[in-house]
């Protein structure tokens, strides 16, 4: 009787055991390359894929899943009527970039969507991000088919009327930014504070892992 | 009426002018085409030996001013108006990206780099004004010197840390931007030294506060 249990605690060990090489080597994976990270989280390989959407950018012209195909891109989610950490991270962004390309390596497209199309048409918004950065894209649409897109994305925004009783409202949302690679894959996110070249180092471990 | 208050105020301001916080490197973002509101920063520095209160701040150029804290919890940026800022005696409270800054609203016309804002902080010994001159966002980081701290150096900032600036043990702080840190701070200091006692002379001369010293 003891033998068996005894076996089968063995075999159970053993079986357990092989289970935990296979994962811990894909985690090791990405336990290594998160170790280089400086302020960024890394997603396992199955984690999400950006969904279909269907939006709008500067003109009018579609904005699409299929836009994100082939290229990195860093996706971030805010409103213009932002004062304080919207206006900033775009201005790292575009440090970031210009970084990147001094140093000749790929730069990422930058795509600011706005939580707020109530407020930021799609004008607003292409005219917005072109002042941080000319070929910064920047993206409005339905207010349903923005919130169903963020939700998928695990990205949040809520919208609190002001204090001030003057029927304006302030939104909340997701600080942190989503790196999206060729495939559609969300790879990383960027978490705050965000600073130009955190980001961009983060940004080239990033790209130089995974393609 | 808003004319009239505000020449009572800079008046009231000049004959109370000891007990304000020093104000070090005041700015506010430039507006991106199309945006109404925007952030003005600085750092407040309490050399009495009382508590200041700061319950408003307005501007007679621009509508609406608040004071909003910006703040990330569980990975979401949130921003919350202040009914009112404190700055213990001796103590510094920093103005900055990601934490308290003045939110701008309402604005008719864009903020352009090197204009300059008027803006009227109603403090617990009488109204402050200060000049805030219009830069693109992204200048303010050296300028307030603490967002090149490390993350947890700067979750860690405490007010009265500030305070010893002037002290050595900040130039021994291993990166480069220290020692001009300190630097900078010991002329400001001087600066807002002479900015001082010209108030006292003249109350008109209070209008042309707060220079920027870089």
Not at chain 1, 201 to 208: F, G, Q
Not at chain 2, 22 to 28: A, G, L, R
Not at chain 2, 38 to 62: Q, R, V, W
Request: glycine share 4%.
């Amino acid at each position: 009787m003891l033998l068996i249990a005894g076996v089968a605690i063995a075999a159970g060990v053993f079986a357990g055991s092989l289970k935990m090489g296979e994962s811990t080597s894909e985690d090791g994976a990405l336990t290594t390359i998160q170790a280089q990270l400086k302020n960024s989280l890394l997603f396992p390989d199955d984690f999400k894929q950006v969904p279909a959407f269907s939006l709008l950018q500067g003109n009018n012209k579609p904005l699409t899943d299929a836009d994100l195909k082939d290229k990195w891109s860093v996706l971030f989610f805010g409103f213009t009527n932002c004062p304080d950490i919207c206006p900033v991270t775009l201005a790292e962004m575009n440090s970031v970039v210009k970084e990147l390309a001094n140093e000749n390596i790929q730069v990422p497209q930058v795509i600011f969507i706005t939580v707020d199309p109530a407020r930021d048409t799609v004008e607003k918004m292409a005219e917005y991000v072109a002042y941080f950065n000319e070929d910064f894209i920047g993206g409005s649409g339905e207010l349903t088919d923005i919130t169903v897109f963020t939700r998928k994305l695990g990205v949040v925004a809520s919208y609190t009327a002001s204090s001030s009783g003057d029927n304006t409202y302030t939104v909340d949302h997701t600080a942190s930014m989503l790196v999206i690679d060729p495939s559609l894959r969300v790879r990383a996110k960027l978490t705050p504070p965000h600073k130009a070249d955190t980001i961009a180092a983060d940004l080239k471990t990033i790209m130089a892992n995974f393609n | 009426m808003r004319k009239i208050l505000f020449f009572l105020s800079l008046w009231s301001a000049s004959v109370i002018a000891a007990d304000f916080p020093m104000i070090v490197d005041p700015v506010v973002n430039e507006t991106p085409p199309g945006a109404t509101v925007t952030a003005g920063y600085m750092t407040l520095i309490n050399k009495t030996e009382n508590a200041i209160t700061i319950t408003d701040a307005y501007s007679p150029s621009i509508s609406q001013v608040e004071i909003h804290l910006s703040n990330v919890k569980n990975d979401v940026a949130t921003m919350e108006k202040q009914d009112e800022v404190t700055i213990d005696a001796g103590g510094t409270l920093a103005f900055t990206h990601g934490s308290y800054h003045l939110m701008l609203m309402n604005l008719t016309a864009p903020l352009k780099e090197n204009d300059s804002v008027d803006i009227i902080l109603v403090t617990s010994n009488g109204d402050m004004l200060i000049e805030m001159p219009v830069r693109k966002p992204g200048t303010q980081t050296h300028a307030n010197g603490h967002d090149n701290m490390k993350k947890d150096d700067r979750l860690e900032f405490k007010s009265d840390e500030h305070a010893d600036m002037d002290k050595k043990e900040h130039a021994d702080m291993n990166k480069d931007e220290y020692s001009d840190m300190n630097k900078d701070d010991a002329a400001q200091t001087e600066a807002e030294k002479n900015e001082y006692s010209d108030m006292k002379k003249d109350g008109a001369a209070h209008t042309e506060t707060t220079k920027v010293v870089r």
